[in-house]
């Protein structure tokens, strides 16, 4: 299976975004924006923890790390990212 450019860069930004949760204003996020909006504008990142309460950083979503997962094998799991116990 070929993986496209464009699906790279998305899977660059994921990655990213689970391991350092860059700021949706960060050096990252300006010269990222366009894989950035494209990953957040199909479910892939998301700055929403839950309700309606929104964070200043970008995370992956679980549609995320499972596209991850069915694109490239990437297994994350989710559980594993627990800094302060919410999910």
Known sequence: ???????????DVILEAYR???TVQ???S??????????????LIST?????VYSREWRPTVKGLL???????IHIDPEEDS???NH
């Open 26 to 28: 960060s050096d990252y």
């Open 1 to 11: 299976m070929s993986v496209s450019t464009t699906d790279k860069r998305l899977s």
């Open 48 to 52: 929403r923890l839950y309700g309606n």
């Open 30 to 43: 300006r010269s990222n924006a366009e894989y950035i909006a494209m990953a957040a504008s199909i479910g």
């Open 67 to 73: 596209w991850l997962e069915d694109t490239f094998s």
């Open 83 to 85: 800094d302060d116990g």
């Open 20 to 22: 350092r949760r860059f």
